[in-house]
């Protein structure tokens, strides 16, 4: 078994946390100031009928990069700057250049279509996010020298679906304003204390800091772009702090989730179960009243 390793100071994943912040922001205002609301490709119509800006999805995976590069050096910090760069540059690509004319929904509706030849968007990113989440298992710091080599590349596999499962599972919660980044928090919170996934941790509270109220307040959405990175970041953090079992354990859960989530809806699971359903709805806008009948 892996042991966990020691992770960095408080300093240091305030830093990761503060610069991923700062540069999530700065990076969501920049893209503003050139882009402005001119361009539809950046624009989206939410739940309620309304447009929202898909900026802060790229904002996101700069900040989540910016993070991680100043929290930690060596293997672990590369291999979480890939994980966020590659999930966040393919969830971008699927964002902007979807049909949405043809959209296939959800891994089954991708891989089906792969699987007739047709390469959609979603597709390529499933495929992109798959490749870089293997390269980020790969960079990852792993057991003692003397394994087999199968062992190492078993490990290897089982690191990459894990992170690669996790930026999915993150942006399947993107449907609702601050649900993706609601989740993200709750499971980097307990991610702080994982040695050196500790900074990838940090880094993805920070970008939950700087895009809460926008989110919120549905002027932005993360999209795929966003939420694909934040949930490669995550599982990242996982792969780096966490001992086999727990890996284990977690890529399991996620797994279930995933395939659940092509025969339920998980809208209408968190409206069903009042705990879920409040915090769902916490510091959100009120959805519109409905008036009654006269009289």
């Not at 989206?44 to 904002?59: I, K, M, Q």
């Not at 490669?232 to 989730?257: E, K, M, N, S």
């Amino acid at each position: 078994m892996r042991s966990v390793p020691d992770g960095p100071g408080l300093l240091a994943l305030l830093r990761s946390g503060a610069t991923a912040a700062a540069a999530t922001w700065a990076t969501r205002q920049a893209a503003a100031a050139v882009l402005g609301g001119a361009d539809p490709r950046w624009t989206r119509t939410n739940h309620r009928g309304e447009p929202v800006s898909l900026l802060a999805g790229p904002a996101a995976t700069v900040g989540l990069a910016a993070g991680l590069l100043v929290g930690g050096g060596g293997r672990a910090a590369a291999a979480g700057t890939v994980a966020a760069l590659g999930a966040g540059a393919f969830g971008v690509v699927d964002d902007v250049t979807e049909d949405t004319a043809r959209r296939r929904k959800g891994l089954r509706g991708h891989l089906g279509a792969l699987a007739h030849g047709e390469v959609t968007t979603g597709g390529l990113k499933v495929l992109g996010i798959g490749a870089t989440s293997l390269v980020a298992a790969a960079l990852a710091p792993r057991e003692p020298a003397g394994r087999s080599r199968l062992a190492t590349g078993v490990e290897v596999l089982g690191s990459g679906v894990l992170i690669a499962a996790c930026a999915n599972l993150v942006n399947l919660l993107d449907l609702r304003p601050g649900r993706a980044l609601k989740a993200t928090a709750l499971a980097a919170g307990p991610a702080l204390a994982s040695g050196a996934g500790a900074p990838a941790a940090a880094a993805c509270l920070g970008v939950v800091v700087a895009g809460w109220r926008d989110d919120l307040a549905e002027r932005d959405m993360l999209g795929d772009g966003g939420a694909n990175a934040l949930g490669a970041a995550l599982g990242t953090a996982v792969v780096l702090g966490a001992p086999r079992p727990v890996r284990c354990w977690v890529l399991a859960g996620v797994l279930a989730l995933t395939v659940a989530s092509e025969r339920v809806s998980f809208t209408q699971v968190i409206a069903r179960t009042p705990v879920l359903r409040e915090l769902d709805a916490w510091g959100r806008r009120p959805a519109p009243a409905v008036d009654g009948p006269p009289g």
